[in-house]
């Protein structure tokens, strides 16, 4: 059976990640703060100040409304990931004069600080930022707040990665990561023409065990979680790869083996383009 998703409330999760992660930073052996990561050339120091930069960001802008301006006009998904990836290399260009122990330290005090500002909003106020990479316009506080959440456990994810420590993968951290990262499908497949009832199903198995599917109705396409016994196109992935592939940390989904793919490749490459980050 298939039914529609709902809205889900991932703040009361917040803070039992932010613990993980200071746990996580905690026992880090000098060495381990240089690692390189999943993220690009980012080292772990440089996605703990990431994540630190987004903390203050978000601080200064929703609860003491500085404003973000951009250097010039945002009118495309191009120009929104020119300036947040501009924001972001300045934020850890800026870091860089931080110790591991500042890092720390200024990561528990600003992630308790924005915790208790994402878990004080009601979960159907009109959210800070829309989640562009969604495809939203405008969203609502949950999403935006599952954003955040989303935001913080894949860049943890990319620091236990690196060390080689057990990755988040149980459902308790998973199926809210899935639920909110897998809304991004409706608009990768945008502007894919198909035949009406064209499903597609991604099928995650492995810690967490979920599926959805993606169904073609008149000129749109509507997600929804389960799946039909026989979808058009089909993906299975383990839970360890699907977070990989969607938060762009699997160089070649088509090669994986953790990745298994059927049908037309005109329906499987959206799904395997997606990513529920801003590029």
């Known amino acids: 059976m298939m039914q529609p998703l709902t809205p889900i409330d991932t703040t009361p999760l917040l803070r039992p990640l932010l613990e993980e992660l200071i746990a996580l930073l905690r026992g880090l052996a000098p060495g381990e703060w240089l690692r390189p990561t999943v993220a690009g050339r980012w080292r772990v120091r440089d996605v703990a100040a990431h994540l630190l930069d987004n903390d203050l960001r978000r601080l200064a802008a929703g609860r003491d409304g500085q404003p973000l301006v951009p250097d010039r006009p945002i009118t495309s998904a191009r120009d929104l990931g020119r300036f947040v990836n501009a924001l972001n290399a300045e934020g850890v260009s800026w870091a860089a004069r931080l110790s591991p122990r500042l890092l720390l330290e200024l990561l528990e005090t600003s992630g308790a600080w924005l915790i208790d500002l994402l878990s004080a909003v009601p979960l159907e106020a009109p959210a ?16 935006d707040a599952g954003r955040e959440y989303t935001e913080r456990w894949h860049h943890q994810a ?17 199926a809210p990561l899935l639920d909110i990262s897998i809304r991004v499908l409706p608009y990768a497949y945008a502007g894919v023409d198909a035949p009406e009832g064209t499903a597609v199903t991604i099928d995650v198995h492995g810690e967490t065990t979920a599926n959805w599917t993606l169904e073609r109705r008149g000129t749109a396409w509507h997600l929804q979680a389960g799946r039909p016994d026989q979808p058009d196109v089909l993906v299975s992935a383990t839970t360890d790869a699907i977070w990989r592939l969607l938060y762009n940390a699997l160089p070649d989904p088509v090669a994986d083996p953790r990745i298994v793919v059927s049908g037309p490749e005109a329906l499987v490459r959206p799904l395997l383009d997606a990513r529920s980050v801003v590029l």
Do not use: K, N, T
């Open 128 to 143: 800070l930022w829309p989640v562009s990479w969604a495809g939203e316009a405008q969203s609502a506080h949950w999403m």
């Open 158 to 174: 990319q620091i236990r990665d690196a060390v080689g420590a057990p990755l988040l993968l149980a459902p308790r951290w998973m």
